[in-house]
């Protein structure tokens, strides 16, 4: 499936049997003004 989109069906269907567990959300806010970089990791 690499490449698509999921449908709004499908996403609802996922929704029902996957649950998130844990978010870690780094950022890196010194690489200017505008715009910055992101490190995100879900665990299920």
Not at 21 to 33: A, K, P, S, V, W
């Amino acid at each position: 499936m690499a490449g698509t989109n999921l449908t709004r069906a499908e996403a609802a269907e996922r929704a029902q049997i996957v649950a998130t567990q844990n978010y870690r959300i780094e950022l890196d806010l010194t690489t200017g003004e505008e715009t910055f970089a992101a490190v995100t990791e879900n665990d299920f």
